[in-house]
């Protein structure tokens, strides 16, 4: 496959016809003025050598190495072989919560918005690992696969919303138990799901269920969002901003259950961190997970390219030499004479 690798220079290649314009320019303006100097004889007694070819080999030789100039600094290649590459990577599943209590505002600007952002830095920090999605609330559902492609992932972090789930609640078990599932039976590496929730319901099932993940090969880690103290849930009715409050109208307060998702992490084989310093448990999360035992993949295939610039450059740099060493005399030697120093 052969190839410019900086395609973009090929365009100054357009001023040439330019070049070749001043010249025609240049060499009939010298004409016209040698006319006017006085009379043809007598001009050509006072230069005897000039030579109106000669002007015109010396401007084609300039032109054509910067042709050449240009096209080497463009670096043609040539594709000689095409590689795999392969690549030491950890599957890690993050598991998302989108309940309603995840609108609370105990951490500005809210839970979610928090850990939306959290979860975009922590995809920044996977890079090279296969990364899969898995939004929860009433239930669980894969957002998206086991993949490399970061961008994607971001994207979906960035969407979600309460809106998204079908119904409202904390089932961090479903959650693990999707990852399962998506891990498969495969015991090459171990792997990591990362919960981010406020762990409102008590669930005695999302413990037992990390349990069975470790014993699986999964290490389950669990980040905690929200403050122990609580906040009112905050929904939008008919476009207003309301609270949701019970049956005898007393706001409904969401707090985060600090114990239960430290007993997943613990259950799980991992560890609990709090998003309320983020680079802290990032740094921390993105050191567990390095230790984690990391399976070889096949990642996309490239090809090899060799560079041929050297083809263009060398004689693009002779013809500027030579064309010093050309005079304007039809003899030849003057430049040859000037370079040698001779008188």
């Given at each position: 496959?052969?190839?410019?690798?900086?395609a973009y220079i090929?365009?100054?290649?357009?001023?040439?016809p330019?070049?070749?314009?001043l010249?025609?320019?240049t060499l009939?303006?010298?004409?016209?003025v040698?006319?006017?100097?006085?009379?043809?004889?007598?001009?050509?007694?006072?230069?005897p050598n000039?030579?109106?070819?000669?002007?015109?080999l010396?401007?084609?030789?300039?032109?054509?190495?910067?042709a050449?100039?240009l096209i080497?600094?463009?670096?043609?290649?040539?594709?000689?072989?095409?590689q795999?590459?392969?690549?030491?990577?950890?599957?890690?599943i993050?598991?998302?919560?989108?309940?309603?209590?995840?609108?609370?505002?105990?951490?500005?600007?809210?839970?979610?918005?928090?850990?939306?952002?959290?979860?975009t830095?922590?995809?920044?920090?996977?890079r090279?690992d296969?990364?899969?999605?898995i939004?929860?609330?009433?239930?669980?559902?894969?957002q998206?696969?086991?993949?490399?492609?970061?961008?994607?992932?971001?994207?979906y972090?960035k969407?979600?919303?309460?809106k998204q789930?079908?119904t409202?609640?904390t089932?961090?078990a479903?959650?693990?138990?999707?990852?399962?599932?998506i891990?498969?039976?495969?015991?090459?590496a171990?792997r990591a799901l990362?919960?981010?929730s406020?762990?409102?319901?008590?669930?005695?099932?999302?413990?037992?269920?990390?349990?069975?993940?470790?014993?699986?090969?999964?290490?389950?880690?669990?980040l905690?969002?929200?403050?122990?103290?609580g906040?009112?849930?905050?929904?939008?009715?008919?476009?207003?901003?309301?609270?949701?409050?019970t049956?005898?109208?007393?706001?409904v307060t969401?707090a985060?259950?600090?114990?239960?998702?430290?007993?997943?992490?613990?259950?799980g084989?991992?560890?609990?961190?709090?998003i309320?310093?983020?680079?802290?448990?990032?740094?921390?999360?993105d050191?567990q997970i390095?230790?984690?035992?990391?399976?070889?993949?096949?990642?996309?295939?490239?090809?090899?390219?060799?560079?041929?610039?050297?083809?263009?450059?060398?004689?693009?740099?002779?013809?500027?030499?030579?064309e010093y060493l050309?005079?304007?005399?039809s003899?030849?030697?003057?430049?040859?004479?000037?370079?040698?120093?001779?008188?």
């Amino acid at each position: 496959m052969f190839r410019f690798e900086e395609a973009y220079i090929l365009y100054f290649l357009l001023l040439i016809p330019l070049g070749v314009l001043l010249a025609w320019l240049t060499l009939k303006w010298k004409t016209r003025v040698l006319d006017r100097s006085g009379d043809s004889k007598i001009i050509s007694r006072l230069f005897p050598n000039w030579s109106v070819k000669k002007e015109w080999l010396k401007a084609f030789m300039i032109l054509l190495g910067l042709a050449l100039l240009l096209i080497s600094w463009s670096n043609p290649q040539w594709g000689t072989r095409k590689q795999k590459v392969k690549a030491q990577s950890t599957d890690v599943i993050i598991a998302l919560d989108i309940s309603q209590s995840m609108m609370a505002e105990d951490i500005l600007p809210n839970r979610m918005e928090k850990a939306k952002r959290f979860s975009t830095e922590l995809i920044k920090k996977l890079r090279g690992d296969r990364i899969g999605l898995i939004f929860f609330a009433g239930s669980a559902y894969l957002q998206m696969p086991l993949s490399q492609d970061q961008a994607s992932a971001e994207l979906y972090i960035k969407s979600a919303s309460p809106k998204q789930a079908g119904t409202q609640g904390t089932v961090i078990a479903d959650a693990i138990e999707l990852s399962n599932n998506i891990f498969g039976e495969d015991h090459a590496a171990q792997r990591a799901l990362i919960v981010i929730s406020d762990g409102e319901n008590h669930e005695v099932e999302a413990i037992e269920a990390a349990s069975n993940a470790y014993s699986n090969g999964t290490t389950v880690f669990t980040l905690g969002i929200g403050t122990e103290e609580g906040a009112p849930v905050p929904f939008t009715d008919r476009g207003r901003t309301t609270y949701k409050k019970t049956k005898q109208g007393t706001p409904v307060t969401s707090a985060l259950n600090v114990s239960l998702l430290r007993d997943i992490a613990e259950s799980g084989g991992g560890e609990f961190y709090m998003i309320d310093q983020t680079m802290s448990a990032l740094n921390k999360l993105d050191a567990q997970i390095d230790k984690l035992e990391k399976q070889e993949v096949e990642q996309r295939s490239f090809t090899d390219y060799n560079s041929y610039f050297q083809l263009f450059l060398f004689p693009a740099i002779l013809l500027f030499i030579l064309e010093y060493l050309i005079s304007a005399n039809s003899s030849g030697t003057g430049g040859w004479k000037k370079l040698l120093g001779i008188k």
